[in-house]
């Protein structure tokens, strides 16, 4: 292990010193969990094949992971880096090329080889894990396990898992970068009255003595956050979309009890999936199927998989987000968390600081929904109330490299500055091919903010790289500044990024590029001025 404790060294006392944010201090655990640390960066996972056995009791788990890679670059010695997070213990560890050594070391097994890898080859580790996970208090979003019962007395149990990392009970190269190219086997193994529901299809039911495992199988590649087993009494019906790649195959299940409840409630999934698949193109997972699943916390968008806990009500818990009743029409959780199939589980940020990438798009398909499945009136109403929820704490944009996302403000912010950037482009089908373009040319892809970025100006036209820093680099919200004196506008801008680029309509059809300096334009009438709300700046007359 001579060799391990000098590179770790290294790496402590060079490569990873402790970063600073105020007063959060970010550490060495951090950038190894957070970055594509010299561990990481010479092999690309291809597959993971596991099991899991969850023991409600001891609120426990043990199982195995297969985990088939591809090297990336030629390398000698080199160590792999996998992640499993305390408390959880890794057992055996073993594969099929020589190890020199293997150590847990906090969150992370640190594997060692004893070999010269060329680029190109391909090899598995296996590695056997138990333990008791952590527990979650709060979820989704303090990350963790559920160990809970249903109404009638029954177990239930699920993780969630999307900020804190899959490897807080599964041993995996827990990084968004590096999803399992060629997908997932999971094997879940219950008590006999009990029924294991995983992603993708399910491949195989077997009984042995009073345990049953059910396996199943994801064909594409997969974010680490949306692996999930769900364990409960679970009950199952199917139902066909005619989609735009053909018949989609939708998979429905819900605790015993839920059943009539959920044949209803899931009547919204068929309109949902048309309005989405016609704003962002084909639903991305056809090979694996869709799916809704009884989950023991509110929600969340885990891939072929998703985790539903809305009640069977319309809006957020019986609310409306936007205050404006729009989103009483519909069921928030059916609506949101499959948006997330396009983006967050089709196209994936590389870093968690770009999770914006994964939530604006996201809550901008509810608005999109609403103007296919009611109209463009209530959907700006909808997106224009989200505003009120803004908080404007800090950017949108995290922390690179340390697992660290920026302000929830990406959800509705975010959304607003894509409606925004929609206004500018003035043409909704040349922005709808832009969004069905980023589902293709991105499709099953890691990307970056700049490639988002750079794309969307590049297929419009324009240059948004002002737009984007704006809104999700500084806690800014363009004032525009005017007076009217008849038929003359007088008007500039205030709190802004340098050389904002943000041309807006007024009147309806007349256009103004407002910078910093004071302008004037003639305009066609001299009524008062109407301004256009639907973007997100602030108008503010003056004398």
Do not use: C
Not at 383 to 408: H, Q, T
């Amino acid at each position: 292990m001579k060799k391990l404790s000098y590179t770790l060294l290294l790496i402590s006392g060079i490569a990873f010193g402790q970063l600073f944010e105020k007063d959060k201090v970010y550490t060495k655990q951090d950038t190894l969990k957070g970055s594509n640390t010299p561990f990481r960066d010479f092999w690309d996972v291809k597959k993971y094949d596991f099991s899991v056995e969850p023991d409600f009791e001891q609120k426990s788990l043990r199982g195995t992971n297969k985990i088939s890679f591809e090297i990336i670059k030629n390398v000698t010695n080199p160590v792999f880096q996998i992640d499993l997070q305390q408390p959880m213990k890794a057992g055996k560890v073993v594969a099929n090329f020589p190890i020199a050594s293997y150590k847990q070391d906090g969150d992370f097994i640190f594997v060692t080889a004893n070999k010269k890898f060329k680029k190109g080859e391909k090899y598995t580790i296996d590695v056997d894990y138990s333990g008791n996970p952590q527990i979650a208090k709060n979820a989704p979003w303090d990350g963790g396990w559920v160990f809970t019962k249903d109404e009638n007395g029954n177990p239930w149990m699920s993780p969630a898992v999307q900020g804190i990392g899959s490897s807080i009970w599964l041993p995996t190269k827990d990084i968004w970068s590096d999803e399992p190219d060629n997908g997932i086997i999971m094997k879940i193994i219950t008590p006999n009255d009990l029924v294991g529901v995983g992603n993708g299809r399910l491949i195989d039911k077997k009984t042995n003595g009073n345990k049953t495992t059910y396996t199943w199988e994801v064909k594409n590649p997969i974010n680490d956050y949306s692996i999930i087993p769900n364990i409960g009494k679970y009950v199952n019906f199917k139902d066909t979309f005619d989609g735009e790649k053909g018949k989609l195959d939708l998979d429905y299940w819900v605790l015993d009890y839920n059943l009539e409840k959920a044949k209803k409630q899931f009547q919204q999934v068929k309109p949902m999936l048309s309005a989405l698949e016609y704003w962002f193109g084909p639903y991305p997972f056809y090979e694996d199927s869709y799916k809704l699943v009884d989950s023991p916390y509110l929600g969340m968008e885990h891939q072929s998989n998703v985790a539903y806990g809305n009640g069977y009500q319309n809006g957020y818990l019986g609310r409306d987000l936007s205050g404006t009743g729009v989103g009483l029409k519909w069921d928030y959780i059916i609506v949101h968390e499959s948006g997330h199939e396009w983006f967050a589980n089709n196209i994936t940020a590389k870093d968690e600081a770009d999770m914006w990438i994964h939530e604006s798009f996201t809550m901008y398909s509810e608005v999109l929904f609403t103007e296919k499945y009611l109209d463009k009136k209530s959907a700006d109403i909808y997106m224009i109330g989200l505003r009120g929820r803004i908080a404007n704490d800090i950017p949108i944009i995290g922390k690179y490299g340390v697992r660290n996302e920026g302000s929830g403000d990406m959800y509705p912010k975010g959304a607003n500055m894509l409606h925004t950037i929609r206004q500018v482009i003035n043409n909704d089908e040349k922005f709808r091919q832009i969004l069905r373009g980023l589902s293709k040319d991105f499709y099953h892809q890691t990307v970056t903010t700049k490639q988002i970025e750079n794309y969307i100006s590049s297929k419009a036209g324009i240059d948004f790289s002002t737009v984007f820093d704006q809104y999700l680099r500084t806690i800014k919200i363009p004032t525009l500044e005017y007076s009217q004196n008849g038929d003359t506008l007088k008007f500039r801008y205030t709190n802004i990024v340098k050389n904002l680029k943000l041309p807006i309509i007024i009147n309806g059809d007349q256009t103004i590029n407002p910078t910093e300096e004071w302008q004037t334009v003639k305009l066609k009438k001299s009524t008062p001025v109407d301004f256009n709300k639907n973007y997100y700046i602030n108008y503010l007359s003056v004398q």
